[in-house]
């Protein structure tokens, strides 16, 4: 079993011997649509800098894109809770990446909002995200969990990981 978990796998309380510290922290991110892509069509890569995550999405990832056109996911807040307070969105915050981005990536001051939106991401304390490992005192339940601010960046090797631990214990 794998458990890919994020902040509401109360499940891990229940079953671990040893609890895991996660912590909320609030994101908000966007979607854009350019009418042409950023640089070379046949060569999209993620774009960092500044904190701030540039990441083209395919014409199928989040709804249809327009022929021609291209779609990118550009993010994110990171927003702690303060003295033990309900993290809301702040839309400043958000406009804050958005022009950091335009700044890193002067082609995307044409582009055209898309969508936006905030979620509690899952964050460790007291050790490094994310956590790929099995889960203490079971031998056959792995974990995938805490990446924080980092999850669309590292998904697939997140993926690669698990699937290396599962082979690997069959062998």
Request: charged content about 15%; aromatic content about 6%; hydrophobic content about 45%.
């Amino acid at each position: 079993m794998v458990i890919a978990a994020g902040l509401g796998s109360g499940v891990l309380s229940q079953i671990s011997p040893q609890p895991l510290e996660i912590f909320p922290v609030l994101g908000q991110a966007m979607r854009v649509q350019l009418d042409q892509p950023l640089g070379h069509p046949s060569f999209q890569p993620v774009i960092t800098g500044e904190d701030i995550h540039l990441v083209p999405l395919s014409k199928g990832s989040l709804g249809k894109a327009a022929l021609g056109k291209a779609e990118y996911w550009v993010g994110a807040t990171v927003e702690f809770p303060i003295d033990q307070q309900p993290l809301m969105a702040e839309h400043d915050r958000l406009q804050e990446v958005w022009q950091g981005a335009i700044a890193l990536c002067p082609g995307l001051a044409n582009a055209t909002i898309l969508q936006t939106w905030s979620g509690l991401r899952p964050r460790p304390q007291h050790r490094p995200a994310p956590i790929i490992e099995p889960l203490a005192g079971y031998h056959n339940i792995l974990l995938a969990t805490g990446h924080y601010r980092n999850g669309v960046l590292l998904a697939p090797v997140t993926a690669q990981m698990v699937r290396e631990m599962i082979l690997g214990s069959k062998e």
